[in-house]
Each structure stands twice: as C-alpha cells, then as structure tokens.
C-alpha cells in the first residue's frame, strides 16, 4: 500500500461523513430523527448497498443508532464525544491527516486496548472475538476482505474496555486508518497465514486475562501492527 499525503475514500465512507458532518454541523441532539434508510437514499441519491453500508459504519462508530416499527428509522445516538474529537480535536479531514501518523498513534494505543479488553471480557466478547477469527480462517487469499475483518477484530476489542478515553481515540483512528483499505492488493500482502496466527493468539490471551500470556502475545502482535509504516503503508 503506497503512502499518500490523502486517503482515497469508499462511497459508503463518503456518505457516512456527510451524514456525520451534518449531524455536527447542525448540533442534532440524542434522539433527532435522520429519516429511514429509504428517506436517506432519496436525498442523497445514493445506491441502497452504498447507504447501508455508510449506516452500518456510523452504528459502529456509536453516531446513530437504529430503532424499529412505526416511526422508527435512524436516529441521533446519545452524545459522543468520539464526533466532538474527531472535529475539534484531531481535526480529521481526509487531505490534512497522514495515514501514517494516525497509524503510529493507533499502534501505539494497541496494548492498553488488549489490556483493557482482557480485563473486562465477558462470555459474549470471547464468542464474538472467535467468530471474527474464524471469518478470518476463511478469507486468507483476499487481502483486502482478511484485513477489514483484521481491523474488525480490533474494533472489537476496543469497546470491550471501560476506558472512555481510550476507546474514544483508538476507534477514531481505526476509522480513519480503514479507508486506506481500498488500496491493499494481493501483490503487497504480507503472510496471512502467520498474520492469523498472532490474531488468534491474541484473541485467546485476551479471553485467558493471563498478564504473562497477553503480554507475549502483545509482543508478538506490535512488529505485525508496526510493518505497515515501515513498508510505507
């Protein structure tokens, strides 16, 4: 993946922004109504994979939220102070932040996030954590499927921590570092065969909570998570 002074973006990722930029912008409140996801494909005019996608990506991000039955839609989730970082202060704009620095910072944060995860993980995370993996197992020969699943797993693991600060800042530049997935090919990846295996390692040391086997698997994981800047990714 070649460096860039910019990220070349997803439709989906552009819509999302729009929507999150208008719900900035406008000081939308907990609760306000965006519309159905019918309601947002018409005044945006794009296509339905391409708007359920920029929703799924805002769920994510803890922005909206989805409610069923009559009257039901997307609507404004509770205050975030992830939009209020990401605006003020790390000023993301696809043409001012480097994928690089986002990525070193992210790196960087990646053992208190397996600490975190590790101290508060629940029969459900463990679940979740090893069907991503498993997701994984299968997409070894699509680079760029086996990476976004990558970043998925990691995203898991943020939002099993209770460090608000924390999860606020690494999710956000997870977010950001993702859009650099549109320019992964086959011809650049690295071995994803050893990539899941220090994933799956990880994963079971964070459900095991022991501190010498996390911290190994830590250790094994950082020159992984590191290779991407040193091969100017």
């Known amino acids: 993946m070649a460096a860039t002074e910019s990220v070349r973006i997803s439709r989906a990722e552009e819509l999302s922004r729009r929507l999150e930029q208008e719900i900035v912008d406008n000081g939308l409140p907990a609760g306000e109504r965006l519309g159905t996801k019918e309601d ?18 805002l769920e994510t991000r803890g922005l909206i939220e989805a409610r069923p039955g009559p009257g039901g839609g997307m609507f404004v989730a509770a205050p975030s102070s992830r939009v209020r970082l990401n605006h003020l202060v790390l000023g993301f704009k696809v043409d001012d932040a480097p994928f690089e620095d986002c990525l070193e910072v ?55 921590g209770t460090n608000a600060p924390l999860k606020t800042l690494y999710l956000t530049l997870l977010d950001f570092v993702d859009d650099g997935l549109a320019d992964v090919t086959g011809d650049e ?15 079971e040391a964070v459900i095991d909570g022991n501190p010498k086997r996390l911290a190994r698997a830590i250790e094994e994981h950082t020159p992984m998570a590191n290779r991407w800047m040193a091969n100017g990714a």
Request: glycine share 2%; net charge positive; charged share 30%.
């Open 189 to 203: 990846f690295f071995d994803a065969e050893k990539n899941l295996a220090v994933h799956e390692e990880l994963v």
């Open 40 to 57: 947002i494909r018409n005044r945006f005019g794009y296509a339905v994979a391409t708007v359920n996608e920029a929703l799924r990506l």
């Open 106 to 160: 992210r790196n960087a944060l990646e053992p208190l996030v397996c600490r975190e995860a590790a101290a508060h993980c629940r029969p459900a995370d463990a679940k979740a954590l090893r069907a991503i993996i498993a997701r994984m197992r299968k997409q070894t020969a699509k680079p760029a499927a086996f990476l976004r699943l990558n970043w998925d797993l990691h995203r898991r693991m943020a939002k099993m």
